[in-house]
């Protein structure tokens, strides 16, 4: 299994941006599909975007379709979730996923990180 662990959570202001990084060690994420989740206080996780191993499958949810955007770039090991005109409902600890197949579903991911917070002020 690849090791998972997610960085650039934070307090913002709604409106504001941030920017999530899953990094990957222990084995290569090219080899993975991989996917951004989040779970809100007392909210079951809730799938927010996947992409694919190559790229070239994108999904996102429909509450952040158009304000986030989901990467990643093989050679650094590393994903990316970036959130603009974030808003107070974004708030949830927000987790990255990595499995062998491509899909969109809250369970059946092979490997998860430890969860990073994410906190919009109004």
């Known amino acids: 299994q690849v090791r998972l662990v997610e960085s650039g959570g934070g307090l913002v202001q709604a409106g504001a941006s941030l920017r999530l990084s899953c990094a990957g060690s222990?084995?290569?994420?090219?080899?993975?599909?991989m996917g951004w989740f989040r779970q809100a206080r007392g909210k079951e996780r809730e799938f927010v975007a996947a992409?694919?191993?190559?790229?070239?499958?994108?999904d996102y949810a429909d509450s952040v379709k158009a304000r986030f955007t989901i990467s990643r770039d093989n050679a650094k090991n590393t994903m990316y979730l970036q959130m603009n005109s974030m808003k107070p409902d974004d708030t949830a600890v927000y987790y990255c996923?990595?499995?062998?197949?491509?899909?969109?579903?809250?369970?059946?991911?092979?490997?998860w990180g430890q969860g990073t917070q994410v906190t919009v002020s109004s």
């Open positions: 992409i694919s191993w190559s790229s070239n499958k994108i």
């Open positions: 222990g084995r290569t994420i090219s080899m993975y599909a």
């Open positions: 996923a990595a499995n062998p197949s491509y899909h969109t579903g809250v369970t059946g991911w092979e490997s």
